[in-house]
């Protein structure tokens, strides 16, 4: 499957192929022969010659991606070939789900059930592998539901809050 994304405001071409338990992938113009293992979803280890990566991966929103790397944190936006701009601007109608990236614990909640919110506005704060992670708005509107609560322990992909 070929990909075109913006990571860190840059484009890139990303072109991967699975074969026989392996994925081969074509960054920009760097070429890569993985093995893939998945322990649970969002989480993926790498495995390139005799080094191992360890990779989270969560939607921030529609055809945006945030992905940690060692540490590293990097966003990351599909593009959009048609159109040639990110398909997300036009992913934010109607209820919009914020969803918990991997499992953690609630440390703030920040709005409550019928506040006003603008695109990119922090809604709920989950602590997670000892970082702090804001899941924000991805569009403007009002917060419809809050489904947590300071202090719970939360589930990857689990619904945090709708906004509407």
């Given at each position: 499957m070929k990909y075109e994304v913006e990571i860190h405001g840059r484009e890139l071409s990303i072109d991967l192929e699975e074969r026989n338990g392996r994925v081969?992938?074509?960054?920009?113009?760097?070429?890569?022969?993985?093995?893939?293992?998945?322990?649970?979803?969002?989480?993926?280890?790498?495995?390139?010659?005799?080094?191992?990566?360890?990779?989270?991966?969560?939607?921030a929103s529609p055809n945006s991606l945030r992905v940690q790397i060692g540490g590293q944190l990097f966003s990351t936006t599909i593009i959009d070939r048609k159109h040639r701009r990110p398909a997300a601007e036009h992913g934010t109608e109607g209820r919009q789900s914020l969803i918990a990236p991997m499992p953690g614990k609630v440390v703030r909640v920040?709005?409550?059930?019928?506040?006003?919110?603008?695109?990119?506005?922090?809604?709920?704060?989950?602590?997670?592998?000892?970082?702090?992670?804001?899941?924000?708005?991805?569009?403007?509107?009002?917060v419809a539901e809050i489904r947590v609560a300071e202090g719970a322990t939360v589930n990857a992909n689990q619904v945090l809050a709708i906004v509407e």
């Amino acid at each position: 499957m070929k990909y075109e994304v913006e990571i860190h405001g840059r484009e890139l071409s990303i072109d991967l192929e699975e074969r026989n338990g392996r994925v081969y992938a074509r960054v920009g113009t760097r070429n890569y022969d993985l093995d893939v293992v998945s322990p649970e979803p969002g989480v993926y280890t790498f495995l390139a010659d005799d080094r191992v990566y360890e990779a989270d991966v969560w939607e921030a929103s529609p055809n945006s991606l945030r992905v940690q790397i060692g540490g590293q944190l990097f966003s990351t936006t599909i593009i959009d070939r048609k159109h040639r701009r990110p398909a997300a601007e036009h992913g934010t109608e109607g209820r919009q789900s914020l969803i918990a990236p991997m499992p953690g614990k609630v440390v703030r909640v920040l709005l409550e059930a019928g506040d006003d919110v603008t695109a990119g506005q922090g809604v709920v704060v989950v602590e997670a592998m000892k970082m702090q992670n804001e899941i924000k708005s991805p569009k403007t509107g009002r917060v419809a539901e809050i489904r947590v609560a300071e202090g719970a322990t939360v589930n990857a992909n689990q619904v945090l809050a709708i906004v509407e």
